[in-house]
């Protein structure tokens, strides 16, 4: 059984539900439980697990305000709630100019793939393309998978610039609470939305459905 990883969205950093869910991951994959890197802003605190493919990110409470640079154990737990959750597919590059295009793309790097080959996420039924309550998941889901399940998105970008610093195409289905960012060279260039559909993607990120 696969953990539920949209359950989690707005508990805290120590509740039973994510240190559940993390140990549950440990056990698909071949590290060991360890302390997140801390990112923390006053209105924002990520938990970046690279190894598990996985970044959470909090959103400060009750006019808690973080200061840059804290540790784990002087953040309050109590005050902060899960908003999204980013889900990586980093595939190694091809060539050592892929890793080199942002300084964005290049921190991703850092982050494994997500352990799990295969997953789902629930749906809302009446707003899917074809009334799914769920969509099944795989490291191989390119833009036709998505679009033929989840129907048009309801926002989408990215896919132009140069060469050197494209921002990979991008979809929005803001009432699923679901954002698919692509990745590869159809995910690139002027005609990427033509070549889209091929585009497997390379971040995942979950959230409450709006």
Known sequence: MTPDIQALL?????SDSITGFLKDLIQHSDTSLSAPEVKSYSDAVYFNYYPLGISLLFIPQKGYKPSSGMKREHL?????VLDSINIYNTPKPKTTSETSTTSHRTAELAF???PLSKWSLSLSPEASAHNESLIDISLANNGKDFVSC???????GGGAGPSSGSIGIWCEWSKHGIMVEFGGDEATGPQAWERGKDAVWRVITVFSPK
């Open 10 to 14: 707005g508990a805290n950093p120590s």
């Open 150 to 156: 989840l129907g048009e998105p309801d926002r989408k």
């Open 76 to 80: 309050k737990d109590d005050s902060l």
């Open 112 to 114: 494994s793939t997500y």
